[in-house]
T-cell receptor, first 115, second 114 residues
Framework: GAGVSQSPSNKVTEKGKDVELRCDPI?????LYWYRQSLGQGLEFLIY????????KSGLPSDRFSAERTGGSVSTLTIQRTQQEDSAVYLC?????????????FGPGTRLTVL | AQKVTQAQTEISVVEKEDVTLDCVYE???????LFWYKQPPSGELVFLIR??????QNEISGRYSWNFQKSTSSFNFTITASQVVDSAVYFC???????????FGAGTTVTVRA
């Protein structure tokens, strides 16, 4: 079956603009995660969704970041008033369940560049 | 708190040499899971292996092998007879049984030269 897909693959925006990043998880996977990969910080957890439970937003770096997951499937990560330090690759992953022993399958990422 | 350390930043080898990647982890949980992921130049993280904290049996899969030692909190990964296609960044990661987040190491860049 299809893997995790993300769009767009690349996004260039101007400082201060809002951006939306989309993630389509693997069909049937109930858990969805967002991570960020940047040169200075490595791979960082951002937010996690599991079914209809309240998401774990503990990794979001500021209140400019938000995410939602509609219908338990597609997720959108929104960054408002983008800053240059938001430039990074944003990775989405999904897993069958949310327990620690389940491997997470990653999408190709969205490379965000804030000018 | 979780922490994963990959002390090697870059490794460069000639094709057919063996490559061992080090990973040391910290956790207070007695049940946890360790992972290796590969990130080739295309950028997509590829899952390689998962080990449980209660299973220290080492494993060989083709040219890949893993050495998990709880006594030293290490989970090392070896590529035997490396090939150019093995060139990638390799990440070690940890998750605890009560959690779902992956904590990643900084990654080791492996370059295999023909």
């Amino acid at each position: 079956g299809a893997g995790v897909s993300q769009s767009p693959s690349n996004k260039v925006t101007e400082k201060g603009k809002d951006v939306e990043l989309r993630c389509d998880p693997i069909s049937g996977h109930t858990a969805l995660y967002w991570y960020r990969q940047s040169l200075g910080q490595g791979l960082e957890f951002l937010i996690y969704f599991q079914g209809n439970s309240a998401p774990d937003k503990s990794g979001l770096p500021s209140d400019r970041f938000s995410a939602e997951r509609t219908g338990g499937s597609v997720s959108t990560l929104t960054i408002q008033r983008t800053q240059q330090e938001d430039s990074a690759v944003y990775l989405c992953a999904s897993s069958l369940v949310s327990q620690g022993n389940n491997e997470q399958f990653f999408g190709p990422g969205t490379r965000l560049t804030v000018l | 708190a979780q922490k994963v350390t990959q002390a090697q930043t870059e490794i460069s080898v000639v094709e057919k040499e063996d490559v061992t990647l080090d990973c040391v982890y910290e956790t207070r949980d007695t049940t946890y899971y360790l992972f290796w992921y590969k990130q080739p130049p295309s950028g997509e993280l590829v899952f390689l292996i998962r080990r449980n904290s209660f299973d220290e049996q080492n494993e060989i899969s083709g040219r890949y092998s893993w050495n998990f030692q709880k006594s030293t909190s290490s989970f090392n990964f070896t590529i035997t007879a490396s090939q150019v296609v093995d060139s990638a960044v390799y990440f070690c990661a940890l998750s605890e049984a009560s959690d779902y987040k992956l904590s990643f190491g900084a990654g080791t860049t492996v370059t295999v030269r023909a």
